[in-house]
């Protein structure tokens, strides 16, 4: 069943104009509801402002060093000694928004980390598109944490727990030793892939054919916030993908002036701030909110 939306009084052909607006949680709703229903037929969202958006939940909770990366560079340190190349010395990583601004008077890492944990039950759900929508634009970079093991509730059932526990891990084992040998050449390469770490890499968005387009967006952050990581790489992410759409759809790959043309309108389409402090419309600081609503009226005529 299909059906379209008007206004009284207006051409039943006419497209409706829909505008979005949220902030933390709801900015993350609505950045989602302007990825998807930003269609070109149809009822659309035509404009969204969001600020302080919660894109990405899979946080930097820690600084990136473990154990298996320090053995890996003084591997690589041995290996260019033995090979008589002098070893380069690699720059440390800058430190991520959310462990520096972790403190954030108004917004700290553990009110975020202890939203999360209250509103996704596993992992796995916070790891999808919808909860985090930059995932759109790439892939986690992380592997999805193993589920934290279960709480018995009294000595028996920890009894119990533990045997069942231990049966499977048995059955298991025995599983993939018969497997093993049974298939002797897909050891290694096995191996290989579990010890494999994940990385960032780059999604198409929209998808070819999906009938997407899109639209303007006013995207804050400020420069203090443990989010601003992450908003950025948001704006910055939907502007390349603009951009890619745009050289596409006029078939401009070795046209210069048309990738520029391209890239200009990227920057007006997405228009990312990024003040010094940090302004939350649900404290009661609604002076950019009485911009956003003219900015909507403007489009929605």
Not at 186 to 204: F, G, I, L, V
Request: net charge neutral; hydrophobic share 35%.
């Amino acid at each position: 069943m299909t059906g379209s939306f008007y206004r009284p009084g207006r051409n039943i052909n006419h497209r409706v104009k829909l505008a979005v607006c949220g902030e933390l949680v709801g900015g993350s709703l609505a950045a989602m509801l302007t990825l998807t229903e930003c269609r070109l037929q149809g009822p659309y969202v035509a404009a969204a402002a969001i600020n302080e958006p919660i894109v990405d939940w899979v946080f930097p909770e820690d600084d990136g060093v473990d154990e298996e990366s320090v053995a890996d560079r003084f591997s690589s340190f041995v290996e260019a000694l033995q090979s008589g190349r002098k070893p380069k010395a690699k720059s440390k990583p800058r430190p991520t928004s959310f462990l520096t601004f972790a403190e954030n008077g108004i917004l700290n890492a553990d009110t975020l980390l202890k939203a999360r944990n209250n509103l996704f039950r596993k992992h796995d759900d916070y790891f999808d598109t919808f909860a985090s929508p930059l995932f759109n634009f790439r892939t986690a970079g992380v592997a999805v944490p193993s589920p934290q093991p279960k709480t018995p509730a009294d000595d028996f059932a920890e009894l119990s727990l533990y045997e069942r526990d231990d049966f499977h891990q048995q059955q298991m084992k025995m599983s993939s030793l018969s497997y093993r040998l049974q298939n002797p050449d897909m050891q290694a390469e096995e191996t290989a892939e579990s010890t494999k770490k994940p990385r960032k890499s780059h999604k198409r968005w929209p998808n070819a054919g999906s009938g997407l387009r899109i639209p303007q967006m006013r995207i804050s952050s400020a420069a203090t916030s443990p989010l601003s990581d992450q908003v950025g790489e948001f704006a910055r992410l939907i502007q390349k993908s603009i951009v890619a759409q745009e050289i596409k759809t006029v078939e401009a790959d070795g046209d210069e002036a048309a990738k520029e043309a391209a890239y200009m309108l990227a920057e007006r389409q997405i228009y990312h701030r990024t003040p010094e402090s940090m302004r939350l419309w649900s404290l009661g600081q609604t002076h950019d909110l009485r911009h956003i609503a003219h900015w909507f009226e403007q489009i929605l005529q």
